[in-house]
């Protein structure tokens, strides 16, 4: 598949100096005396602006970006629609507290989720700041609907840094280690991973939970990632989200969506879920939606958001600006960014497997999208995670102009802004595999 674009049209990825350069090494230098130590900063990167998927560092390096900042970056950098969106709401008001006044772009917001939401039917929208804020408001409002308290969530799972967020993941130790007690009621069950597990040792395990320790009576939701961000970009079976929605149904269980990471156009549909056809009760998102601007939003149906005036609130949570941003970015995933997801992701899938036939460390490749995760093996037979390697790859990449992030215990997430071309994805493809095969050495 010959790309339409050529890199000297785009002059990218380049490195003129050896990254970090000194520009860079004098603002990190500053950051490392006065920034928190709980920053992990993965690699040297000191960003200075970009343009579609093309990162440039303040020392003229250019990178292709296959991270997003962690999938935020859904329009890519300076993107004229969102910029101008921004710029424009900007320029009338910064603020004004949503949860006690009203403005435009809060309630087109608001009714924009709302109608968006799967499975039809009337929908609600609560705006906050973040992801995790939005978990925490999820759980407030399933505990406060159902009057029940226990939360169900799943191994390798992650929800975010506040405390109902720490307690329902379980992806890695440090994300908990020393900030406990966790919040009680939270029970952790295997999720769905192809590679790893089979549906009938998931489906074994909810049931002995349910019948050993925990009525299902007690719980007020069920709290999964549709796809797993944190935990590894897993997918799980169509009958894996199928068994949990059955069962919520069955036992008067709210079924709550965490589609921070996998949700807003980014598999090539506007939400995950919609690829398994099964609904949740309640969703959340975040990250991609603002394109960059801190937003997040919980959607419930109708049925579910009964809890009372001045019982939630946010004082920032829907801010005009990001409120601007986040329009603009819905509508630029129904004009045509989520049909460029599932035409660069197929694109991207493909390469991708072509990589893990030349290579025998790549144990899996799986992905909707541009939401793939490639897993990374110390021996294709045995299936045990290469972590050292991961870490390797996603350092020696950063030097040759390419931005990955890895998750879980050995994968390489691969989510880049959904603007992402031709080009971006063949020429990562090659620095990817050059990559590898040095590292083989």
């Known amino acids: 598949m010959a790309s339409t674009i050529t890199p000297a049209q785009l002059d990218y990825p380049r490195i003129r100096v050896a990254p970090p350069g000194p520009k860079a090494k004098a603002i990190i230098a500053k950051d490392k005396e006065f920034s928190s130590p709980s920053y992990i900063k993965e690699y040297p990167l000191v960003i200075a602006g970009g343009r579609g998927a093309m990162v440039e560092d303040v020392d003229g390096n250019r990178y292709i970006d296959w991270m997003a900042g962690i999938a935020v970056s859904s329009t890519g950098y300076q993107h004229p629609v969102v910029t101008k969106a921004v710029q424009e709401a900007a320029a009338k008001f ?167 990471q996998s949700g807003a156009g980014r598999t090539g549909k506007m939400w995950a879920c919609e690829h398994f056809g099964v609904a949740p009760d309640i969703f959340v998102t975040a990250k991609g939606i603002g394109a960059g601007m801190p937003i997040g939003a919980i959607v419930a149906k109708e049925s579910v958001m009964t809890w009372p005036r001045g019982s939630h609130g946010s004082t920032y949570g829907g801010n005009p600006v990001a409120c601007a941003a986040a329009l603009a970015t819905i509508g630029l995933i129904k004009d045509g960014l989520a049909a460029n997801a599932s035409k660069m992701g197929a694109r991207l899938l493909a390469g991708l497997k072509k990589l893990q036939a030349k290579h025998e460390c790549i144990g899996d490749v799986r992905g909707l999208g541009l939401f793939i995760g490639v897993e990374l093996v110390k021996d294709p037979k045995t299936k045990e995670p290469a972590g050292e390697l991961m870490a390797a790859l996603e350092q020696l990449a950063f030097t040759k102009g390419l931005l990955l992030l890895g998750c879980g215990k050995s994968a390489i997430r691969v989510a880049p802004p959904l603007v992402l071309s031709a080009y971006d994805v063949d020429k990562g493809l090659e620095i990817f595999d050059a990559c590898l095969t040095e590292l083989a050495r």
Not at 140 to 163: P, Q
Request: net charge negative; hydrophobic share 35%.
């Open 94 to 260: 910064l603020h004004i507290c949503g949860t006690d006044f009203y403005y435009q772009g809060f309630s087109d917001l608001c009714e924009a989720l709302a109608k968006s939401a799967p499975g039809g039917g009337k929908w609600r929208t609560f705006l906050s700041n973040s992801g995790t804020e939005a978990i925490e408001g999820a759980v407030k409002l399933a505990r406060h609907h159902t009057k029940r308290a226990a939360l169900v969530s799943f191994h390798s799972s992650f929800h975010g840094r506040s405390y109902a967020g720490m307690s329902l993941s379980s992806s890695k130790v440090k994300y908990r280690k020393g900030f406990g007690p966790m919040l009680p009621e939270i029970y952790h069950l295997p999720f769905h991973n192809p590679y790893r597990n089979t549906l009938d040792e998931c489906t074994n395990a909810a049931k002995d939970l349910f019948e050993t320790k925990l009525d299902p009576s007690d719980v007020a939701a069920v709290i999964m990632e549709p796809l797993q961000g944190e935990g590894g970009y897993v997918l799980p079976s169509e009958e894996f989200l199928q068994y949990w929605r059955e069962f919520c149904t069955d036992n008067g269980i709210l079924l709550v969506f965490d589609e921070v």
